[in-house]
């Protein structure tokens, strides 16, 4: 059973301060991750992806990538109250294979 | 910016009766997906498509589900007979290689009542 862990919240972070959400999963074969975030009643909207160990950033977004750890992270600088949302972690297995989703963790930005 | 479509955004359906969600993927992409969502829980895989076939499926994509790709710009799915544990909101999502970033409609909210 492919699982993929992340934390539900909510995590609450102060406007302007990084927000780091995490996310394990239990299968090492996995090979791409991606970070969606869903609004409340929306559908999820691809934030970044990654596939190999290390950084990677775009704009006020960086995701960090440790297979041997199994753990992919995101971090958000300069959070802003719209990026109050959930965020999903997604895993991958090889070429056309499904996504599993984690649960979940939704992150308020107070102003 | 190309967009996945899907109709229509919200269905009600008696239980025992028979439904379709309609998906227009992005036009050069060739992976197809279906999700859903049920309130409050987390997104599930149900089923991914190719090449104008499953290529993988989920214990929840049961007899009672199926897809189709009837001409070439819709992707259906199908429940034949609804059950109330079927209500839930269902995503289709495109890609244009099995591993890449994949793209999700707006939703079709299905209520089974």
């Known amino acids: 059973q492919k699982e993929v862990e992340q934390n539900s919240g909510p995590l609450s972070v102060p406007e302007g301060a990084i927000a780091s959400l995490n996310c394990t999963y239990s299968d090492r074969g996995s090979q791409s991750f991606f970070w969606y975030r869903q609004y409340s009643g929306k559908s999820p909207e691809l934030i970044m992806f990654i596939y190999s160990n290390g950084d990677k950033e775009d704009g006020r977004f960086t995701a960090q990538l440790n297979k041997a750890s199994q753990y992919v992270s995101l971090l958000i600088r300069d959070s802003q109250p719209s990026d109050s949302a959930t965020y999903l972690c997604?895993?991958?297995?090889?070429?056309?294979?499904?996504?599993?989703f984690g649960p979940g963790t939704r992150l308020s930005v107070l102003p | 910016e190309p967009e996945v479509t899907q109709t229509p955004s919200h269905q009600v359906t008696q239980m025992g009766q028979e439904v379709i969600l309609r998906c227009v993927p992005i036009s050069n992409h060739l992976y197809f997906y279906w999700y859903r969502q049920i309130l409050g829980q987390k997104v599930e895989f149900l089923v991914s498509?190719?090449?104008?076939?499953?290529?993988?499926k989920s214990e929840i994509f049961d007899d009672q589900f199926s897809v189709e790709r009837p001409d070439g710009s819709n992707f259906t799915l199908k429940i034949r007979s609804t059950k109330l544990e079927d209500s839930a909101m269902y995503f289709c999502?495109?890609?244009?290689?099995?591993?890449?970033?994949?793209?999700f409609g707006q939703g079709t909210r299905l209520t089974v009542v």
């Open positions: 997604a895993v991958s297995m090889d070429y056309g294979q499904n996504f599993v």
């Open positions: 999502a495109s890609s244009t290689e099995g591993n890449t970033e994949a793209f």
């Open positions: 498509f190719y090449n104008n076939e499953i290529s993988e």
